[in-house]
Structure formats: C-alpha cells, structure tokens
C-alpha cells in the first residue's frame, strides 16, 4: 500500500466496475485522462486538497512515476488508475460523477483511419457527457490549431454540451513537460472548454454480461492439433469481436488458447483454460490475465465451445 494514497484496484469480476474512493461523497471529483509523469494531477492534488484529484494513464512506467512524485509530494488525495481512458470513464464512472476532466496534449491523431481514436468519437463525447456534474466541464489543451478547433466544433454541438471556452496560450496555474516545450519553441497553445448543460446517460457494456463465465460441454476428443487449426479464426457480432490465437498445453491435460477481443475499440488478451472434468470438459477464463468481462469475451469463450462442440458432434 502507498503510504501518500490510496490504491485502486478494479476487479474484473465485477460488473459494471464499482469505483469506490473512501471520502468522496459530496466532495468535487476531478479526473485527468493521460497524466504522463503525474505532474498535472499532483498539482492539482496539492493545490486542492478538499478536492479528489484520479488520474487514467495506460503505461504502467507512467503511473510509477507518478505515484513516486505524489509520495514526495505528501499528498493523500490523489488516485492513479491504469488502463484504457475510453472504457474506464464509461465503466467505472456513474452519470453525474465528475466536476471536471482534463486532457493536456492528448495525440490528435492526425491520420484519417486514426479518426476514431480522437475525443470527437461519438462514443467518447457521449461518455462525457454521461459522467459530468451538471455544470461541469471538460477541458483540453493542445498545440494543433485544428484539433482544437474540431474539438469545440464537435463536442461543443453535442445536444448536452456547449463550447464555453476557447482560449489561446492561457495563463495557467500549472504546465506540463510538453507545454513548456511548446512555449520555448514560441508555438501557440490552444485551450478548449466544453461545459455540460443538459442530462444524458449511456449504457454500461459489462451491465450486460454476467461476471461468471465457465461452460461445460462433452466433446469426443479434444488436443492441441484441434486447437491450433482455430488459429486466426475470428468471430463477432456489433461491436464485440474476436479472433483466436496459439494453443498450448501440459502434461496433465490442461489446454490454454489465447484470445484477442475487442469492445467498441476497447482491446483485450487473455486465456481460455480447457480441461477435462468428470463427464465433459470445463472452458473457463484462465486464472492469470483474467481480462474485464465485456460481451467479445463472453462471446469468445461461447464461440469456442460450440466450435469444439460442433466438431466432436459430426
């Protein structure tokens, strides 16, 4: 346990994520998506001590660092989560949850195929405006002119949000590494901010799928060369899909295939572990890497037993 913080720990068994911070009822909750070396949020941390200051960032190198400058710091009301920003602000976080969420120099994606993966992404705008706090607002600072501009345009039209601010090289409390960089090399730096004024709610994707997943099912006979001509098969339906990978076994008779699943863009690996029980054999989600039970993996685990099934069967 970190002496300066409490940890967070998502357990993946349960659906939808219950984000439970000690203390922060009726306290202003203020997130910041991608915080890199934690300078930011450790800031904010310090500055705002009445305040619960998360941080989201996908290194764990990153959340490292962080949480070393946060220990220095001495401050206890900062939290680091790791993992992917667009499935944790729509899974762990309840509609009206947040006072504000920071995004400092976010990669604007600049290419035409990387287009979904920008905050404009419809799924993103609507998760903001889910969890935002009547009132509360969602700001991005940035040195592309453009990507501050297709930000206002899109985000601030959403039928729960308005452009509230746009502001060139602002005077801010605290900068980033990045922003200083910028500033030195005399590029001008863009903020935007995007205030949410009307209700809106989105449906979780884990509270649809039930947290245990183990299929029995009798099949005639099972070994890796069965396996192994699964791999590269693919499988899906809307916007959950999946494809199998490598095979591997041992000598007891345990099997282990590799999936790789998406969930609208979120991505996952992990094992599906088969073995023989009693009359049939157990498909269950592998103990080690056990991933976030989103329906590509339910779907996942179901497509491989009815395949292996099917097989036995004719």
Sequence with gaps: MLPAM???????????LPLEISGCLDRPVLLEIGFGNGEFPVHLARSRPEDIVVGIEVSLTCVLKAARRAIRAGVGNVH???????FLLRECFPDMSLDVVYMNFPCPWPKSRHAKRRVTNPSFADALASVLKMGGYYELVTDEEWYAHEVGEILGAHPSMRLERYTVNPVRPVTTKYERKWMEMGKDIHLVRIEKINNFTIKRVLSEVDAEMHLKAKIKELNLAKLRNLFNHEGGHKDSHWVFKDSFSNEQGVYLIEIIVSDQGFEQKFFIRIAESGEGVIFKLAETGSPFRTPAVKGALHDLCDRLRTESEE
């Design 80 to 86: 680091f989560i790791m993992g992917d920003a667009r």
């Design 6 to 16: 409490e940890q967070i720990i998502l357990n993946p068994e349960k659906s939808p």
